[in-house]
């Protein structure tokens, strides 16, 4: 069985910055970067389930307190447009969690103190036997990588494996 693990909110958001112009067009192009790249990974590798991984908030704020406190910095030196289309794509984010958990047979994994990343790590541990194919850009996941585990990131179109 091969498994679509989706970094949702990685791709969702990371493929937002791959094209310019304005809001609506980036918003647009964000859904079709991700459910392409979640497409592209499922004929590609024969792919027979998709799991949409969440976040929750990190366990590793309790342990280290300056974790990802630069997004907070950044958030709060963004100018009024920029908030605006930040919290747009918030709200699609939300819609979209939603018509994934209530309309398709997808499974959705979200846990209030994990990370995606948790969670992607935990079903491939929780499924030893059968192949996975993780659809994010972020390099972290490159320490998961085996023989049955590959990254494909759909905003540059590159495929990561065990042998490079």
């Not at 009024?80 to 939603?98: G, I, R, S």
């Not at 993780?134 to 494996?161: K, P, R, W």
Request: glycine residues 4%; hydrophobic residues 40%; charged residues 25%.
């Amino acid at each position: 069985m091969t498994y679509i693990l989706v970094d949702t909110a990685n791709m969702f958001f990371r493929a937002r910055h791959a094209v310019k112009g304005n809001s609506e067009l980036k918003l647009g192009m964000a859904l079709h970067i991700m459910f392409h790249s979640v497409r592209k990974a499922w004929q590609d590798f024969d792919g027979k389930h998709v799991v949409f991984c969440l976040e929750g908030r990190s366990w590793r704020k309790d342990y280290y307190e300056p974790y990802k406190k630069n997004r907070a910095v950044a958030r709060a030196a963004l100018t009024e447009k920029e908030a605006e289309e930040d919290q747009l794509f918030w709200e699609t984010f939300d819609a979209l969690k939603t018509f994934i958990t209530d309309n398709t047979n997808c499974t959705v994994l979200r846990h209030e103190s994990l990370e995606a990343d948790d969670l992607v790590a935990g079903w491939i541990q929780a499924h030893p036997a059968d192949e996975h194919v993780i659809v994010s850009s972020d390099s972290d996941f490159h320490q998961l990588l085996a023989e049955n585990v590959t990254q494909y990131n759909g905003i540059a179109d590159e495929l990561h494996t065990i042998k490079g």
